[in-house]
T-cell receptor
Framework: GAGVSQTPSNKVTEKGKYVELRCDPI?????LYWYRQSLGQGPEFLIY????????DSGLPNDRFFAVRPEGSVSTLKIQRTERGDSAVYLC?????????????FGQGTRLTVV | GENVEQHPSTLSVQEGDSAVIKCTYS??????FPWYKQELGKRPQLIID?????GEKKDQRIAVTLNKTAKHFSLHITETQPEDSAVYFCAASTRSNDYKLSFGAGTTVTVRA
């Protein structure tokens, strides 16, 4: 596609429910990232994939958060037992695999609201 | 880990004036410093970046300066226009963890017509 695509754009869920957020990266970008952006803050790193594997998941806040990328393209961020504090915009980004310090292209994000 | 601080949090300028945003970072190993612009409800988009082997970089009305000794870098926007109104984020990453951007908290820039 032309850019990073994230679905849904908005998600409202009840506390305690399970949610899945989807990211379609730019074709050919093997590097994929998830960030979380709380209101009035900059994006905060969650996890980085190089291909199918999670190369760095040090930013995941706890074991309720999990992400997969089984075929090295689409990624899904999964949040179990959602809490009100999980409410934020979840941003996905991808970049070219061969160059370091290369531009990360962001999606428009999924706004998650836990009520 | 890396800590990036950004100032000011809000900035209001008259159209045609300059805007300056400053960031400091804590990790001396940081070597890549991008700036992102985020309009309301839209995705962050890279507007300019600088690497540690360069002290200054310009792109039309936008420039970024880097002082590695002091560990700070700045964004300069000249001849501001209403379409420059947005939230601007600075970020930093290291060579060993070049995928992991640490962002500042953002600066909301408002250009008054």
């Amino acid at each position: 596609g032309a850019g990073v695509s994230q679905t849904p754009s908005n998600k409202v869920t009840e506390k305690g429910k399970y949610v899945e957020l989807r990211c379609d990266p730019i074709s050919g970008h093997t590097a994929l990232y998830w960030y979380r952006q709380s209101l009035g803050q900059g994006p905060e790193f969650l996890i980085y994939f190089q291909g199918t594997g999670a190369a760095d998941d040090s930013g995941l806040p706890n074991d309720r958060f999990f992400a997969v990328r089984p075929e090295g393209s689409v990624s899904t961020l999964k949040i179990q037992r959602t809490e009100r504090g999980d409410s934020a915009v979840y941003l996905c980004a991808s970049s070219h695999p061969q160059r370091t310090n290369t531009e990360a292209f962001f999606g428009q994000g999924t706004r998650l609201t836990v009520v | 880990g890396e800590n990036v601080e950004q100032h000011p949090s809000t900035l209001s300028v008259q159209e045609g004036d300059s805007a300056v945003i400053k960031c400091t970072y804590s990790d001396s190993a940081s070597n890549y410093f991008p700036w992102y612009k985020q309009e309301l409800g839209k995705r962050p988009q890279l507007i300019i970046d600088i690497r540690s082997n360069v002290g200054e970089k310009k792109d039309q009305r936008i420039a970024v300066t880097l002082n590695k000794t002091a560990k700070h870098f700045s964004l300069h926007i000249t001849e501001t226009q209403p379409e420059d109104s947005a939230v601007y984020f600075c970020a930093a990453s290291t060579r060993s963890n070049d995928y992991k951007l640490s962002f500042g908290a953002g600066t909301t820039v408002t250009v008054r017509a």
